[in-house]
């Protein structure tokens, strides 16, 4: 069974920084292409950032420059480092693969605001 635990969402100020956690179980992590993805309320659920099995990273527009994805695969861990961060990056986020496939864990909160 395929699981996904994301931690590390918080309440910033814009211009902040937040380093976001997602444990993943149930697949071959190391072989997988993964992301990160976020939905703001009234808006649909978006891939921010990806990453493959080989590491390399790929980005949104509206995020790129600001944020770092990357991963361990000894730990199965896949992480989201978020610099000046935006009101508008207010999102509930999420990680899964890249075909957003698998079922989705809980979420992490992040609200951007002063």
């Known amino acids: 069974q395929v699981q996904f635990v994301e931690s590390g969402g918080d309440l910033v100020q814009p211009g902040g920084s937040l380093r976001l956690s997602c444990t993943a179980s149930?697949?071959?992590?190391?072989?997988?292409?993964v992301g990160w993805y976020r939905q703001a309320p009234g808006n649909q659920r978006e891939l921010v950032a990806a990453?493959?099995?080989?590491?390399?990273?790929i980005y949104a527009d509206s995020v790129k420059g600001r944020f770092t994805i990357s991963r361990d695969n000894a730990k199965t861990t896949l992480y989201l480092r978020m610099n000046s961060l935006k009101p508008e990056d207010t999102a509930l986020y999420y990680c899964?693969?890249?075909?957003?496939?698998?079922?989705w864990g809980q979420g992490t909160q992040v609200t951007v605001s002063s």
């Open positions: 149930g697949f071959i992590f190391a072989f997988s292409g």
């Open positions: 899964n693969n890249l075909q957003g496939s698998f079922a």
């Open positions: 990453i493959t099995s080989g590491g390399g990273g």
